[in-house]
């Protein structure tokens, strides 16, 4: 059976940079097993999935190439740009029902989409990082999914040389990298899951769950500009408030087609 399939850079207005995401339209779920399936064959970080309820609402689910994740900032812009431009082109809101993350909510805001993610907490921990960093790390934070470690200065995370296997050796799945932004951004950072298949994320809607919140609260304000300073670039523009997190971002479509299962 031919199913649609949508590839759509996040994170960006143009082609060829930001996070891109496969979105996959089916009438119900198939089998997990097919589900992951697929995503290996996209091999993109993920593979989003939303499928209509009866309700009105939608499902979502994402995938990497070897896991299914709880949460995926670009992958749900990327399936918000495509049921808006598609499927349900008259509607201003969408309602996803996920697995491990509750309700999201996103709507349109002018020519970008707005996206409601809950906030994680996180707590500062005090842990020997030298072999990743060479030098001692000043602050380091972790929640149930993340290590987070803030460095002096941009140029410090955009010349950071990641080691995968030391990356792997954490005893989170994902490793955060972040620092003031300069006079463009409030905040720069670079992601790294490669336990979920993923060396370096290009951009990372869900870091910025925990990204957000620290730069809001160490920079007095809820409003932040943000910049992800992988090879490929993407930046969202964020508000913290009553334990959320809004993200604000563009897309750029970049194929779409059919796939056969």
Not at 16 to 30: E, H, I, K, R, T
Not at 186 to 200: K, L, N, Q, W, Y
Request: glycine residues 6%; proline residues 7%.
């Amino acid at each position: 059976m031919p199913y649609p399939i949508y590839v759509i850079d996040a994170f960006t207005s143009e082609r060829f940079a930001g996070n891109p995401a496969a979105v996959v339209l089916f009438d119900q779920y198939p089998e997990d097993v097919v589900l992951q399936a697929i995503a290996a064959e996209n091999n993109l970080a993920e593979t989003a999935f939303p499928v209509r309820r009866s309700d009105g609402d939608w499902d979502l689910r994402w995938f990497t190439p070897t896991v299914e994740v709880p949460l995926c900032g670009h992958a749900t812009l990327a399936s918000t740009f495509v049921l808006f431009t598609h499927v349900i082109p008259e509607a201003r809101k969408i309602v996803f029902h996920t697995r491990q993350s509750g309700q999201l909510s996103v709507h349109r805001q002018g020519d970008k989409i707005s996206m409601d993610f809950p906030a994680k907490s996180f707590d500062r921990v005090e842990e020997d990082l030298s072999s990743l960093f060479g030098t001692e790390t000043p602050e380091i934070y972790k929640n149930a999914a993340f290590t987070m470690v803030v460095l002096p200065d941009a140029e410090a995370v955009s010349s950071f040389v990641p080691d995968r296997s030391r990356i792997l050796e954490l005893d989170r799945d994902g490793l955060i990298i972040t620092a003031p932004g300069g006079s463009q951004f409030d905040c720069v950072s670079r992601f790294f899951t490669p336990a979920h298949g993923i060396d370096e994320d290009p951009v990372t809607g869900g870091a910025h769950t925990m990204i957000a919140p620290y730069w809001a609260d160490r920079l007095g304000r809820p409003n932040l500009r943000a910049y992800q300073a992988s090879a490929r670039g993407g930046s969202m523009e964020c508000r913290v408030a009553d334990g959320r997190v809004e993200m604000r971002g563009q897309c750029a479509p970049y194929m779409s087609g059919q796939i056969e299962v």
